[in-house]
């Protein structure tokens, strides 16, 4: 009884710090009910040399009992590109438990951040990152050909990149690329308003190499967009601007925006105090198991749409 207790009373205090955003301490609530879950995680597995290049992966338990492999999302956490306090993946492990309780597998990964790097050192273990899930990810129960990028904020920002600039990856590890997922990113955001963005991009002449919008063609994977319409930290135009032209290209584009959420209260949606209350991860779930099915299906539109001249 008093530990039945005790986890109601945690469940209260995390529904009020969730409140308050994505700091230190109400992280720390949200992944400690993310450890009561059925799930297993291998944690720190390099995927190149640095101290900051490894990454985490939660397994479903439920994989044990199936013989087939599991569509796998890859997620990106914000924080600036490093411009801002950010915290690295072990801070996120209620995104893992969100994600392998629908049956998929997560993989969360550290990267190198500003001021240490440029965003050129950012992206390249951004890359890395997909690379390696690509060439292990089936030995750890995943499907190394149906793979989903997703991030929030400026972790959104680089998943993005990934999905709709094609030179970013090579030709087998992009068309393994079967969606991609936004919250609250950031991906039309010119003129550079903050100093450390104009350094981390520069130089000028390169600013519009920074944004996801301006590589568009039409034939990237399935696109999910979820952004709060009272985000005033990355602006909901971001999303909208990025859905509109993906469609107007011949694209597959799905975008929602919440109703009174902020930039913060998308992510918290995934904690599993708010998993049932609100339609985030539902969300997510749907578009993957969609697009995980019409996986074959839609490759031939984009080869159709990539082949146009």
């Not at 597995?45 to 492999?69: E, R, V």
């Not at 690509?134 to 904020?153: A, T, V």
């Not at 063609?217 to 990025?242: A, C, I």
């Amino acid at each position: 009884m008093p530990i039945k207790v005790f986890f109601i009373f945690l469940i209260i205090i995390s529904y009020s710090w969730l409140l308050l955003g994505c700091t230190r301490s109400s992280l720390f609530l949200a992944n400690s009910l993310a450890k009561l879950d059925n799930y297993t995680l291998i944690e720190n597995i390099p995927y190149k040399k640095g101290q900051l290049n490894s990454l985490d992966i939660y397994i479903p338990d439920s994989s044990k009992q199936q013989n087939n492999l599991l569509p796998v999302v890859i997620f990106f956490y914000g924080g600036c590109w490093g411009g801002c306090p950010t915290f690295g993946k072990t801070y996120y492990q209620f995104v893992g438990q969100a994600i392998s309780s629908k049956n998929f597998i997560a993989v969360i990964g550290d990267y190198r951040r500003f001021p240490e790097v440029r965003f050129q050192g950012i992206i390249q273990d951004s890359q890395q990152i997909v690379t390696w899930v690509k060439q292990n990810i089936d030995r750890y129960s995943g499907e190394p050909n149906h793979l989903f990028l997703m991030g929030h904020s400026s972790g959104a920002h680089l998943a993005a990149m990934l999905a709709v600039d094609k030179s970013q990856l090579n030709t087998e590890t992009y068309q393994s690329i079967k969606g991609f997922i936004g919250l609250a990113g950031a991906y039309d955001f010119l003129p550079l308003t903050e100093s450390y963005q104009k350094t981390l991009f520069g130089p000028a002449e390169k600013y519009p190499e920074s944004q996801p919008i301006n590589f568009v063609t039409g034939s990237e994977p399935p696109v999910l967009l979820l952004h709060g319409r009272r985000d005033t930290t990355t602006l909901p135009e971001n999303s909208m601007n990025l859905s509109k032209k993906i469609k107007q290209s011949g694209g597959y584009s799905r975008l929602k925006l919440y109703k009174g959420m902020n930039h913060t209260d998308i992510l918290s949606a995934l904690a599993l105090p708010f998993q049932e209350t609100e339609t985030v991860l539902s969300d997510i779930s749907h578009f993957i198991t969609e697009y995980s099915r019409s996986a074959d299906r839609y490759e031939e539109k984009r080869k159709m749409i990539s082949s146009q001249p």
